[in-house]
């Protein structure tokens, strides 16, 4: 069979885009020349044969994918060492980075992931000047590998529960490190099963017998030479999970192992000789890894829907099925204005989420020089965006992957379309670096405390200035400005309810925990309209800066998207806005047509906007999503890849079905 070089179906779509695609790709990556150097990484890593798996992941052992998955990324550091890839992590010197690369190698994570997101970030953020010059040189060189081992069985919320010991002997200048129950053994992080040899312990200091706190450990777990585990280290792999089976993630425990003074990570806190505890000007700053993880969370949730709308997409143009017109063919689905609804919103919403990581990424750097002078003013604003913006694009973004694999019906459900496994790894984002209630709460925690010292006087931080706007009812209002306006409406409103009923609360005679607990689905609410907020409110101000600089063409298509996003969002959340401003039934049924019109408007530029996240079949590594177009031929030759369809017959069918068939099992 000679295939044609694209399916006609995108072939057709590709010629009713109205703007320049290349443009598009430019403005996500921030930059024509990150774009450039973006695909040089790419030619570079795609290139290497190493790099390609044979027999696809899903058909091995549990031990083979890991082995696997070791092989590959050993072979991934090095050309990313030979290309000069360093940023991504560790220097960005501007947004866009090699993540998605990164991941595309690995369908399920790769053992040395935490290695680059928080092992050497640990090191280089809470470290000081000497332990920096030691331990990141030896980790960027891979002489040691790492990962951050902070979760316990017993505990990964509650921090200060957490029961892993660091004991301070003052004779020998050492730490004893001890796991002293079952629940204080530490277990999830990434890589620790075998492949790390070193980690971040996150431990409760005790001086003699007085304890100070988590503070953040580097301790060496296994032999350099033989990889042995040490003596007095107990670990290994935690099994089986959703996703990441490819990460390694592994339990630890110690039976009083012993490291040096300086093994502690100083930069903020120190311990000397003779045990004298220094405390760091912020005892939040030993979570600082966790505010920069959240802060980048939000860019991998809008990478992750990126490719998963992009599959979706491209899968909808060239699938027909069913009539909307009985005289005419089968139409492409994506003709399904229902379809549409699944879809469109998936681009809006991972644009949303990309411009904000964008700015969030910003607000954290400017954060990171007032504190490098002593400054901590911003740090609950950043932690409660940080915590907040994590949670609305991991969940968002992790519910609309979740719609992308459903819009391709049944093709979706495969793991050649690699749409369950995004999920898989989307999903867990939702979890991983504070569970997303408890990072709601901590959201509201600092919404409540800004209402009440506002409510006194205080200022409010730029992100919570309309709280203190008089919540005076005006006219619905349907232009951008006016949804917005509407939305920090529906924040004041929640937050204002949630603080009368913990003030009613606390005034019936319950304590203020009480209270608190009984008010919270109010609470997280709250936190989620403030979220909601200044995601509407960075996403529009990002398009019209960058409005000004781009082609006539391409604004036209970001506004259609902003505006998408806007009425969608209005439409979800219409009891809440109900509630809180004058939206009325009319103007929901003209929203409901501008939405619709919305629609039709975005159809010819469909796959245009997913081709402007150029994805490359590599890194989409999906029989739905490519960029030719050919899905069945695809799911067909991966079908082929099963190693059931080796031999025509299996020796089961002798060993149990056929002895069945005649009555002689
Ligand atoms: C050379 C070649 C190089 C090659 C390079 C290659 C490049 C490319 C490769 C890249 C590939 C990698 C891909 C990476 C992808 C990313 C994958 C990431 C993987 C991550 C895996 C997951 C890791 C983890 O999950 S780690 C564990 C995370 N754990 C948590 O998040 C725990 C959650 N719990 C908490 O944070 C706390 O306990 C909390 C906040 C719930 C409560 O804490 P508390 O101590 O009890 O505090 P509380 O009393 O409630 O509040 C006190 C006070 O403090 C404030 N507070 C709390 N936290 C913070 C904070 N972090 N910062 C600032 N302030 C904070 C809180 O608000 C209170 O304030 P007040 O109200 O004023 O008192
Ligand atoms: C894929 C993956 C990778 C991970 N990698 C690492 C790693 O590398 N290093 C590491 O240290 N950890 C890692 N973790 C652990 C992760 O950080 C924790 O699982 C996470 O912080 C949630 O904590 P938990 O498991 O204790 O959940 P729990 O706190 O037990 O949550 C269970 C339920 O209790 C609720 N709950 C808990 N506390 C409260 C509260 N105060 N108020 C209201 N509700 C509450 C939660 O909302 C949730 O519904 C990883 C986890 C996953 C899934």
Redesign the pocket.
């Known amino acids: 069979m000679t295939l044609k070089k694209v399916n006609p179906d995108l072939e057709k779509e590709r010629s009713t885009c109205t703007f320049n695609i290349e443009e598009l790709t430019n403005l996500l990556d921030t930059g024509a020349h990150c774009t450039a150097e973006r695909r040089a990484v790419e030619d570079k890593v795609f290139s290497v044969k190493e790099l390609k798996d044979e027999i696809p992941d899903e058909f091995l052992s549990h031990k083979e994918r890991y082995e696997n998955a070791i092989r590959k990324s050993v072979f991934l550091?090095k050309v990313?060492?030979e290309t000069g890839?360093?940023r991504?992590?560790y220097n960005r010197s501007d947004k866009s980075?090699?993540?998605t690369t990164?991941?595309s190698i690995f369908k399920d994570g790769s053992p040395f992931?935490?290695q680059?997101?928080?092992f050497v970030p640990t090191i280089l953020g809470q470290g000081d000047s000497e332990q920096v010059e030691l331990w990141y040189k030896r980790a960027?060189n891979m002489e040691i590998i790492g990962t951050?081992a902070?979760?316990e069985l017993g505990h990964?919320?509650?921090?200060?529960g957490l029961e892993t010991e660091a004991v301070y002997d003052e004779k020998t200048e050492e730490f004893i490190l001890n796991s002293p129950s079952l629940s204080s053994y530490k277990w999830?992080p990434?890589g620790l099963g075998h492949t790390t040899n070193y980690c971040i312990v996150m431990a409760q200091l005790k001086i003699k017998g007085k304890p100070y706190g988590m503070q953040p450990f580097i301790v060496q777990i296994r032999d350099e030479e033989t990889h042995m585990p040490l003596p007095g280290v107990k670990v290994g792999e935690i099994g089986a999970k959703l996703a990441f089976n490819t990460v390694n993630n592994g339990f630890l425990g110690f039976e009083h192992v012993r490291i040096p003074r300086r093994h502690m990570l100083m930069r903020f806190s120190q311990v000397s000789k003779d045990g004298k505890f220094t405390s760091s000007a912020n005892p939040?700053l030993a979570?600082g890894t966790?505010?920069m993880?959240r802060v980048?969370i939000v860019n991998?949730a809008a990478t992750y829907l990126s490719r998963a709308v992009t599959i979706a997409i491209r899968y909808s143009a060239v699938r027909h099925q069913s009539k909307l017109k009985q005289n005419e063919p089968e139409p492409q689905i994506l003709d399904y204005v229902t379809q549409q609804h699944k879809l469109f919103i998936g681009i809006a919403t991972s644009h949303a989420y990309m411009f904000c990581s964008y700015w969030l990424w910003d607000v954290y750097v400017m954060y990171q020089k007032e504190q490098n002078v002593g400054n901590f003013d911003r740090?609950?604003e950043l932690?409660a965006l940080a915590c907040c913006l994590k949670v609305i694009s991991s969940s968002d973004c992790t519910g609309l992957v979740e719609k992308c694999r459903m819009s391709c019906g049944g093709h979706g459900f495969m793991m050649s379309s690699n749409l369950p496994q995004l999920y898989g790894i989307s999903t867990a984002t939702c979890t991983?670096?504070?569970e997303n209630t408890?990072m709601l709460l901590?959201t509201a925690?600092?919404l409540v405390?800004a209402w009440e010292l506002g409510s006194r006087g205080r200022p409010f931080s730029p992100t919570m200035s309309y709280f203190a706007e008089k919540n005076v009812p005006s006219k619905w209002d349907s232009s951008l400005e006016g949804i917005l306006n509407a939305f920090q409406k529906v924040s004041i409103g929640k937050l204002s309810s949630s603080v009368s009923s913990l003030q009613e609360y606390t005034k019936s005679g319950l304590s203020a925990e009480d209270a608190w607990n009984k008010a919270s689905v109010q609470l997280i609410g709250a936190a989620e309209a403030w979220g909601r907020a200044v995601v509407l409110s960075i996403y529009k101000s990002e398009i019209e800066r960058y409005g000004q600089t781009v082609s006539p063409a391409l604004k036209s298509v970001l506004f259609d998207l902003v505006e998408l996003y806007y009425v969608h969002l209005t439409l979800e959340k219409m009891g809440d806005l109900l509630l809180y401003t004058q939206l009325s039934e009319k103007d929901v049924v003209s929203l409901r047509k501008k939405y619709e019109d919305l629609l039709e408007k975005i159809r010819p530029n469909a796959i245009g906007l997913v081709d402007a996240f150029d994805y490359r079949d590599e890194v989409l590594n999906s029989t739905l999503g490519s960029y030719d177009g050919f899905a069945y031929e695809r799911l067909m030759t991966e079908a082929m890849k099963s190693p059931l369809n080796a031999e025509p017959v299996n020796q089961s069918f002798h060993k149990y079905i056929k002895p069945l068939m005649k009555g002689k099992l």
């Open positions: 550091h990313l060492q890839v360093k991504g992590v980075d090699f993540r990164y991941y992931m935490l680059y997101s928080m960027l951050y902070q979760t990964g919320t509650f921090i200060r999830w990434g939040k979570y966790m505010v993880v980048t991998s740090l609950p932690h991983y670096e504070g408890v901590q925690r600092a405390k």
